[in-house]
């Protein structure tokens, strides 16, 4: 496993990594609204972007080095999830408040509403996600002592009359 990488260090690489994955996502999803609504591309890119971009982060953000376990696909999905909302939130706001919207301001809205979700998603990724990870993995290079004693024979059948 590769050491730890500080916090700005980890946040450089989150922005290189999940800017990258959010600017080349914030095109896909403009070209794919062409042909299917945007609320739908928005969220098929989501959820492409969110395991490329969760890789990503395993692999080399948080120093992980490895890929990402399905438990840490799932929590970054639910903070993908959050940013979804925001930037659907944002683009509906903005469908509200200017008639007829281009493209470069649509992609303004999108992709500082994809910032301002990306600083949160870095927190709860760090914090969380990968975070409880390397805890374990730490605790677990401790040698463990435990003592075992064994079961009086009534109590071994028991156990196994109950399972």
């Known amino acids: 496993m590769?050491?730890?990488p500080g916090a700005i260090t980890a946040f450089a690489r989150f922005v290189l990594c999940g800017g990258g994955v959010g600017i080349a996502s914030s095109f896909?999803?403009?070209g794919l609204a062409s042909w299917i609504p945007w609320f739908l591309a928005n969220a098929l890119i989501a959820m492409a972007s969110t395991l490329l971009s969760t890789e990503l982060h395993a692999r080399f953000t948080f120093g992980?080095?490895?890929r990402?376990?399905?438990?840490?696909?799932?929590?970054s999905a639910g903070s993908a999830v959050a940013a979804y909302a925001v930037t659907c939130l944002a683009m509906f706001l903005l469908q509200q408040l200017v008639a007829a919207p281009g493209a470069k301001l649509e992609?303004?809205?999108y992709l500082s509403a994809s910032a301002l979700a990306g600083a949160a998603r870095f927190a709860v990724l760090?914090?969380?996600v990968f975070a409880r990870n390397r805890s374990r993995a730490t605790t677990s290079a401790?040698?463990?002592?435990?003592?075992?004693?064994?079961a009086a024979p009534a109590d071994r059948s028991a156990l196994c009359r109950a399972a």
């Open 64 to 66: 992980k080095g490895g």
């Open 2 to 4: 590769s050491e730890k």
């Open 142 to 150: 401790r040698p463990v002592h435990t003592t075992v004693t064994a």
């Open 68 to 75: 990402a376990t399905w438990r840490q696909h799932t929590q």
């Open 126 to 128: 760090r914090l969380v």
């Open 107 to 109: 992609q303004v809205v």
């Open 28 to 30: 896909a999803v403009t």
